[in-house]
């Protein structure tokens, strides 16, 4: 009697794995972009509250300076800094759009909303996320777009 698997069995796993692997991989690939999106969104918001986290405590403007769809530069406490979006994640804001807070208070130099929508490169089936910025006070919020 010999020890192993016959060819059948070997075929049959090799069917399961494939049949799991096409049902898990769209899964997978919604799951990733929509986790870019969220990561982009966080990252915004963050460097976004950072600024005028910083313009209240250090009495020096800040600012955010957008230089293209997915890139923009801080300037916090004297330092620029350029920050990347993750991957095929796009910012609609227009180049050269730029938020300041001013010092001591941290305001927004527009008392209107600001509000930048964040999303994928020509991909529709990933949910866009707002990050605003409301009122003088500068507050920062971020929301799903239906």
Same mark, same amino acid.
């Given at each position: 009697?010999?020890?192993?698997? #016959?060819?059948?069995? =070997?075929? =049959?796993?090799?069917?399961?794995?494939?049949?799991?692997?096409?049902?898990?991989?769209?899964?997978?690939?919604?799951?990733?972009?929509?986790?870019?999106?969220?990561?982009?969104?966080?990252? @915004?918001?963050?460097?976004?509250?950072?600024?005028?986290?910083?313009?209240?405590?250090?009495?020096?403007?800040?600012?955010?300076?957008?230089?293209?769809?997915?890139?923009?530069? #801080? @300037?916090?406490?004297?330092?620029?800094? #350029?920050?990347?979006?993750?991957?095929?994640?796009?910012?609609?804001?227009?180049?050269?759009?730029?938020?300041?807070?001013?010092?001591?208070?941290?305001?927004?130099?527009?008392?209107?909303?600001?509000?930048?929508?964040?999303? @994928?490169?020509?991909?529709?089936?990933?949910?866009?996320?707002?990050?605003?910025?409301?009122?003088?006070?500068?507050?920062?919020?971020?929301?799903?777009?239906?």
């Amino acid at each position: 009697m010999r020890k192993g698997f #016959t060819i059948i069995e =070997l075929l =049959l796993v090799c069917a399961i794995i494939g049949i799991l692997s096409a049902v898990a991989a769209p899964n997978y690939m919604a799951a990733r972009n929509r986790a870019r999106v969220s990561e982009a969104t966080a990252q @915004l918001a963050a460097d976004l509250q950072r600024a005028r986290s910083s313009a209240q405590r250090s009495s020096t403007a800040a600012s955010l300076t957008w230089i293209d769809k997915s890139n923009y530069r #801080t @300037l916090i406490n004297g330092v620029t800094v #350029t920050r990347k979006l993750p991957e095929n994640v796009e910012i609609t804001a227009p180049a050269g759009t730029t938020v300041s807070y001013s010092a001591p208070f941290g305001e927004v130099s527009s008392a209107a909303p600001v509000t930048f929508s964040v999303g @994928l490169y020509g991909r529709s089936d990933v949910k866009r996320r707002e990050v605003k910025i409301v009122g003088t006070t500068g507050k920062v919020y971020t929301r799903e777009v239906e």
